[in-house]
């Protein structure tokens, strides 16, 4: 039962430190996804991939965060300095070129104190 | 701004009554796409709409796709407990955007 999946699934950590996310995409699936998603703002798109190469980031808050994806089975998302502001629950998706079929990981919950 | 607006934001009703929410855009998308996201999991695909004025049935579920490809519909003929989520529509053109949600709850 092919998925995608991501770690940590819970994190909490101190305002200041470094957080890492990491993501293993659905094997041939080519595109990947960054959300970030709070009550208030709802899913907002952070950065995307496809075969690799980054093609948007412009959601990204810059500073703090980064996106990569060092080989086809791994994306990660780091934030440096974390901030409270940043709490969230932080979702990677994989899907097909065409974008018409789309799986999401169970998400990485993130509490920055 | 949001490029997506859903309605109602949220919605409570009694199980067996029918329901409609709305995704409403002024942007044209090449296809639309709605999920429903339960707690603690990710937003799950139920279904991608490409053509205007497309409509797909999903057993109790109706999708709409308007003509232009601006705005879509999710009907819900009888309502049953296990329907309670959060529905999002998302737009497709290079990327996915995602609406803030429709927050449903069926009351048995």
């Known amino acids: 039962d092919a998925r995608v999946t991501q770690t940590p699934r819970h994190k909490v950590t101190e305002m200041g430190q470094e957080v890492t996310m990491r993501c293993q995409p659905i094997l041939g699936h080519n595109t990947v996804f960054w959300y970030r998603q709070t009550m208030m703002q709802g899913l907002e798109l952070l950065a995307y991939?496809?075969?690799?190469?980054?093609?948007?980031d412009s959601g990204m808050p810059k500073d703090r965060f980064s996106a990569e994806m060092p080989d086809a089975t791994l994306a990660t998302l780091k934030i440096q300095p974390s901030e409270p502001r940043d709490s969230a629950v932080y979702f990677c998706?994989?899907?097909?070129?065409?974008?018409?079929?789309?799986?999401f990981g169970e998400g990485s919950w993130l509490t920055v104190v | 701004t949001q490029l997506l607006e859903q309605s109602p934001q949220f919605l409570s009703i009694q199980e067996g009554e029918n329901l409609t929410v709305y995704c409403n855009s002024s942007s044209v998308f090449s296809s639309l796409q709605w999920y429903r996201q339960e707690p603690g999991e990710g937003p799950v695909l139920l279904v991608t709409v490409v053509t205007g004025g497309e409509v797909k049935k999903l057993k109790r579920l109706t999708f709409q796709f308007g003509d232009a490809r601006k705005d879509s519909s999710l009907h819900i003929t009888a309502a049953q407990p296990g329907d309670t989520g959060l529905y999002l529509c998302?737009?497709?053109?290079?990327?996915?955007?995602f609406g803030k949600g429709t927050r449903l709850h069926i009351l048995p």
């Open positions: 991939f496809r075969n690799r190469a980054p093609l948007d």
């Open positions: 998706a994989s899907g097909e070129p065409t974008n018409l079929f789309i799986y």
């Open positions: 998302a737009g497709v053109r290079d990327k996915i955007i």
